[in-house]
């Protein structure tokens, strides 16, 4: 990462910046956008809140990627913008360095400054301090009481693996507003909500209307229910005492590159159709007309990376083994084996696992033995009787075969006439 700002294209400064200040335990949002009290619009490339012993700061950046020195009125307008928004600390990273009356004024008004010298210099400080997952959740208190499935024997199951991967997502919060004229009036499309995005994939992963229309976007609730959570830093020493096997999986697409597929998708998947009569007498007719937005119509509000604990365990009983792929931070089922029962056709959920060959059954194709009480499917147990229906396992169904037969022996008859 140290070599990044040399190339830093576009947003990619902002993104680095976001990386090296989320190292610092800030809660970081970028490209924020907001009103000071005039109702004027700004917006602040990074912006970054800490809590500390004494309470909390908020930090605002502005990157300048430019070849040529900051001036002085750029600077003054960043603290104009700062003293309007009501905040108190800046700091401005320009790769083009700064004029000398530039450097003077920000020293004055509490401005401070980073160069190319300055931003390698701590993002090589960031790189000796790798012994920490930046802004990641923890895995949920109650895990290990809730790591087998809900089965009525799911003691009988072992841990054949377990294994601990942090993936980063970006959870982007968007809204959409457009007005179009649909028969003669005024038409509102709104929408608001939240779109988790995969940063190894590119993909939107979870989404969560929050108010407005509902944009054709699946809503699993499996990564946003994260979006409450508390994120921070986790020593990578704890983590890898917990569990056999531990990773962390870097970001492959950046913050820019994560709202960008928001604002797309967002754009391409929110319609409301309207129908209306038109026309006058025999000539009347339905007319239908789709509002939708433009990408100019979809602002995204803030973003953050957060790393999210994935873990995979594998569970074996009679050498059948079954994957349980779970998102670890609010206990949520990525990926089940356990979720319907393994006959064919069947799409009930299981509440067992067999005894005898290991398969999971529901209720519908498993039961439980008279004698032992054990759980059986079909195929391994044995059922007697017409009226009052039993049902036996193999081994208890040949004892009571054996009983049955010898009480009906020759010898039993001449012992009780």
Known sequence: MSDDWKVAKGTALEDIVARLLRGWNFDIQTRVRARDKSGVEHEIDVLGRRT???GGFTLAVECKNHVEPIDIVQVRNFNDKLSSLGYSKGLFVSTGGFTPPALQYAKSVGIEV??????KENLDKAKSTVDQIPNALVVSSDFSSRLLPPLLNANKLQLESSSLRYSPYFFVTYHCFTQQWVNYQLTNLESEGLAVVDAITGTI????????????ISQTKDFASCDAAQAGDIPKVQVNQNFRETSVVPAKITESEARQKVQLEVTKNTFQNHSYQAGRGRYVHTEQKTVRPKVSDVSI????????????????YKGTKYERMIQAATMRNIKDDFWTCSYRGSHNSPNAICEECGRVVCDVHGKPCAVCGGRFCLLDIISKGLVQKKFYCKHHAL???????????????????
Not at 302 to 313: A, D, E, M
């Open 301 to 316: 509000m803030t973003s953050r990376l957060v790393n999210i604990p994935i873990v995979t365990v594998v569970l074996g």
């Open 114 to 119: 980073w160069d190319n010298v300055k931003l």
């Open 52 to 54: 500390e012993g004494f």
């Open 399 to 417: 004892a009571k075969a054996q009983r049955e037969l010898g009480a009906n022996s020759p010898e039993s008859a001449r012992v009780n006439p």
């Open 205 to 216: 992963t979870d989404f969560e209307v929050r108010s407005g229309a509902v944009p054709q």
